[in-house]
């Protein structure tokens, strides 16, 4: 009788052992190996994502990126950058909508941050590559004097800049106007959109369909991760994401958007040490098409 409940105690703690030594190598062949790969996962969208085989920036990282760029060691301007910023969406607006001798028209909007700086660059070069380009320009910043003078270099270019109250919209005619350029909100744009530019957005998105959009950094409304979270929201026929796409861009329907890469101011052992793809530009080319 006890040898019965012996060997009966020994096949209880043998089974205990069996299920003890399964879970643990479950563990060990199933879990640490899913565990590494969400732990890895958290790290890189920390700092870049592999979304198919296109390498997109995170916000955090661009801004990283943009700090090294122009502090003490590397030691570019913002200057700088924007001149090239801008000078790489006046090459995609040649690029996608060429001048013709009867419709030469381009409306840049720029907003009071640096992704208007751009547009006011890119505004200039667009006059210099034979286009009749004409700029709103409804908040002004007075955060540096630089901006005043992108608008006297408008000036001495004789291309107009008009403020919030002229007339903008006239420009929003598909007989005289190739493209608007939208340079209004970049990566530092935060939701909810504020007047005067919800009800700029707003007769934008009523005529992209025929005055198509070119989108400079971000198109203006989207979240640089989340992508468009505005109501409505502006679908660029042109989306140029400057130095790096940026997590947003997932958003992209190629059907409806031509991607180009920008902003040509990274050495390719930059981009290698923070991760991120290094872009084929060719010959002279500012701007890649993705
Ligand atoms: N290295 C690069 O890639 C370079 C990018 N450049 C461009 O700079 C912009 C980012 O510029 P930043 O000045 O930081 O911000 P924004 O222009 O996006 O906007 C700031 C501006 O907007 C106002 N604002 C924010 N949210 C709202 C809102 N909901 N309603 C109204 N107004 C809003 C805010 O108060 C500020 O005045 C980047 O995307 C590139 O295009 C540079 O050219 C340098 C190189
Ligand atoms: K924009």
Known sequence: MSSRRGSRVYNCVVVVICIALFIRLSVIFCWTPYCKSVLQSTLSNDHSSNMSSLRVVSSKLAAQIDQELMGPKIGFTLQQLMELAGLSVAEAVQREFPPAATRKGVLIVAGPGNNGGDGLVCARHL????????????????????????????????????????????????????????????????????????????????????????????????????????????????????????????????????????????????????????????????????
Request: hydrophobic share 35%.
């Open 127 to 290: 006059k210099l590559f034979g286009y009749d380009p004409v700029v709103y320009y409804p908040k002004r910043s007075s955060r540096t004097e630089f901006y005043g003078q992108l608008v006297k270099q408008l000036d001495f270019f004789n291309v107009p800049v008009l403020s919030e109250t002229e007339n903008w919209t006239q420009y929003l005619n598909p007989d005289r106007t190739l493209c608007v350029v939208d340079a209004i909100f970049g990566f530092s744009f935060k939701p909810p959109m504020r007047e005067p530019f919800a009800e700029i957005i707003k007769r934008l998105h009523a005529v992209q369909e025929s005055v198509p959009i070119v989108a400079v950094d971000i198109p203006t409304g989207w979240d640089v991760d989340a992508g468009p979270v505005e109501k409505p929201h502006l679908t660029p026929k042109v989306f140029v994401s400057l130095t790096a796409p940026k997590p947003c861009t997932n958003h992209i329907d190629p059907a409806k958007t031509v991607h180009y890469v920008g902003g040509r101011f990274i050495p390719q052992e930059f981009a290698q040490q923070h991760g991120f793809e290094q872009f084929d530009y060719k010959g002279v080319n500012q701007i890649l098409k993705l």
